[in-house]
């Protein structure tokens, strides 16, 4: 099982970047999603996550109401869509695959390798 997240780049505050994440070697339509960022000097933290059935999203309290998570089971791809960005958004931004879509790292068992994002103020 492979995950390939990508999207990411430079952008000014109040922005807008998408990322994107393929999954290959899994029936794609039977996973959880889910996306989380690492900061400078900081821990992994959850973002956002998608159910299999994308009929469940969950966000974290900092980028409700600015980001967006979706699936394209038809691509075998996840997307987030990420608007309004702020500069304590900069972060490497991993995918990662699992049964459910819970806000806990310890939930999936597959990760992509991340995709930079920074946003200048």
């Known amino acids: 099982v492979q995950l390939q997240a990508s999207g990411g780049g430079l952008v000014q505050a109040g922005g807008s970047l998408r990322l994107s994440c393929v999954l290959s070697g899994r029936t794609f339509s039977k996973v959880s999603v889910g996306w989380f960022r690492q900061a400078p000097g900081k821990e992994r933290e959850f973002v956002s996550a998608?159910?299999?059935?994308?009929?469940?999203?969950t966000y974290s309290d900092s980028v409700r109401g600015r980001f967006t998570i979706s699936r394209d089971d038809a691509k075998n791809t996840a997307y987030l869509q990420m608007n309004s960005l702020k500069p304590e958004d900069t972060a490497v931004y991993y995918c990662a695959a699992g049964r459910n879509p819970y806000s806990d790292q310890e939930s999936y068992d597959y990760w992509g390798q991340g995709t930079q994002v920074t946003v200048s103020s």
């Open positions: 998608i159910g299999w059935t994308g009929g469940i999203t």
